[in-house]
């Protein structure tokens, strides 16, 4: 799981499905303002709905680290099973060691972020940003 954590802190971040929430508030704020105020209402209303639904989504996306540290045993298992699928031909002998050969290795460490995008999308119906 840390080594897990360590690949996926640098750029994802996982939006349980309040993604859209965010983008029907902006949307229908929108639109109202262009009702209203017809051009200048939806380019208004477009950023007053995006304030809104930013505001409203705060605090929905988490970091991947923090979601792996959360997830149940059993869900761990899952992740650990299908990440030594990917490293099991490495030869290690710590997990700082693994660390290491994983992040010197720009191929694992892609294999390794693609399975938890799926494993998100696909296992805990989560977006990935």
């Known amino acids: 799981m840390k080594l897990l954590c360590s690949?996926?802190?640098?750029?994802?971040k996982a939006a349980f499905k309040y993604s859209w929430l965010g983008g029907l508030v902006t949307g229908?704020?929108?639109v109202v303002g262009g009702l209203v105020g017809g051009p200048p209402g939806i380019a208004i209303g477009?950023?007053?709905g995006g304030l809104l639904g930013a505001w409203m989504t705060s605090g929905k996306f988490k970091p991947v680290p923090e979601i792996i540290r959360e997830l149940p045993?059993?869900?761990?298992?899952?992740l650990f099973i299908?990440?030594?699928?990917?490293l099991r031909n490495l030869?290690?002998?710590s997990v700082e060691h693994l660390t290491m050969l994983v992040?010197?290795?720009k191929t694992l460490q892609e294999q390794l972020v693609d399975m938890l995008n799926n494993y998100f999308i696909k296992e805990l119906g989560s977006e990935m940003k």
């Open 7 to 12: 690949v996926s802190q640098k750029k994802m």
């Open 28 to 30: 229908t704020v929108a």
């Open 46 to 48: 477009g950023a007053v």
């Open 73 to 78: 045993a059993d869900e761990q298992e899952r």
């Open 82 to 86: 299908n990440t030594i699928a990917i």
């Open 91 to 93: 030869s290690w002998t």
């Open 103 to 105: 992040m010197g290795n």
